[in-house]
């Protein structure tokens, strides 16, 4: 599953460490960090952005979690189980931007 972790450091707990940006996370993984007390609070205003419910995000939610996202092999990943064309594109646009050399 994708977490987006909207703050400025790293959280950790239980096992999983969420970095800035969008995360790939087991999600029993995840159900463990959530269960560290100073996590669930962290959820409860906002911190993690993640799909609550078990069925896949719309495109329009997926496109903007990866342009947060900053691991090119998590997104390499993400284009395995893929299917949507615009997300597709978002994965393949958001690997250009980070592997480009400036």
Do not use: C, W
């Not at 790939?24 to 995840?30: A, L, T």
């Not at 939610?61 to 615009?86: G, S, W, Y």
């Amino acid at each position: 599953m994708l977490v987006q972790n909207k703050g400025n450091h790293s959280y950790q707990a239980n096992g999983l460490t969420l970095v800035p940006g969008t995360n790939k996370v087991d999600e029993q993984d995840f159900e463990k960090f959530l269960a560290h007390p100073l996590m669930s609070h962290l959820d409860k205003n906002g911190e993690f952005v993640y799909e609550k419910e078990k069925s896949k995000p719309s495109a329009k939610e997926t496109i903007a979690m990866i342009e947060d996202a900053f691991d090119v092999d998590m997104l390499e990943a993400l284009k395995v189980d893929e299917d949507r064309k615009t997300v597709l594109d978002a994965i393949d646009k958001r690997i250009e931007e980070l592997t480009q050399k400036k």
